[in-house]
């Protein structure tokens, strides 16, 4: 039940399309999704969070989706850039939880020229 | 500069020894966390601390110890009771209760048992 399951575990991508990493989640008490972008040998950066009482949250390029009854969320960035080449995590907790965030597994994202 | 650091950068241990890693923060944050990453995992929490001499075993804490003595310092000790202790450790921390869920990371300690 504690269990975020993130797909896939890696992803190319061509310069200018869109990529798209997926999240599913057990814990139907879970009502915070963040976002966290990692580059090799650096700690995480949170890039985009979501509750669940919106269906889409967009900043800039990057937009996360937001399906409840699916109990899925995703990240899609646009218009992608070989900078955004990165390792992406979803996560997931209760807003009113002590920071107990529970990570996916990662995806490493390659974006080629 | 505000921001988390994590010393050392790397470090080496001799199988049955102790290790200490340091993190420090000077954003005035309330909360500090400590994670494990693995190659194809995601972070698992070690340990968490929201406020100072006081602090919670996350999900992995079998092995590691923690303290809290000042609010911007929350060291991790590694045991020899760890039985895998190679990994990349994350420090995080964020503000306060209202946002305890935006975590700040700093840039890790890598840590290789030889």
């Known amino acids: 039940q504690q269990q975020v399951k993130q797909s896939p575990q890696s992803l190319i991508v061509q310069k200018g399309g869109i990529s798209i990493i997926n999240c599913a989640y057990e814990?139907?008490?879970?009502?915070?999704f963040p976002w966290y972008q990692q580059f090799p040998g650096k700690g995480p950066a949170l890039l985009i969070a979501?509750?669940?009482?919106?269906s889409e949250k967009k900043e800039g390029r990057f937009t996360i989706s937001f399906n409840k009854s699916a109990k899925q969320f995703s990240l899609h960035i646009m218009d992608s850039q070989p900078g955004d080449s990165a390792t992406y995590f979803c996560?997931?907790?209760?807003?009113?939880?002590?920071?107990?965030?529970?990570f996916g597994q990662g995806t490493t994202l390659q974006v080629k020229p | 500069d505000g921001g988390i650091t994590q010393s050392p950068k790397y470090l080496f241990r001799k199988e049955g020894q102790n290790v200490t890693l340091s993190c420090e923060q000077n954003?005035?944050?309330?909360?500090m966390y400590w994670y494990r990453q693995d190659p194809g995992q995601g972070l698992r929490l070690i340990y968490y601390?929201?406020?100072?001499?006081?602090?919670q075993k996350g999900d992995i804490a079998e092995g590691y110890s923690v303290s809290r003595e000042k609010k911007e310092s929350f060291p991790l000790t590694v045991t020899s009771a760890q039985k895998n202790p190679t990994a990349f450790y994350l420090c995080?921390?964020?503000?306060?209760?209202?946002?305890?869920?935006?975590?700040?990371f700093g840039p890790g300690t890598r840590l290789t048992v030889l």
């Open positions: 954003l005035n944050h309330d909360a």
């Open positions: 996560a997931a907790t209760r807003a009113s939880n002590t920071g107990k965030l529970i």
């Open positions: 979501i509750r669940p009482d919106v």
């Open positions: 995080a921390s964020s503000k306060d209760r209202v946002t305890y869920n935006e975590q700040f």
């Open positions: 814990n139907t008490a879970f009502d915070y």
């Open positions: 601390s929201q406020i100072v001499n006081d602090f």
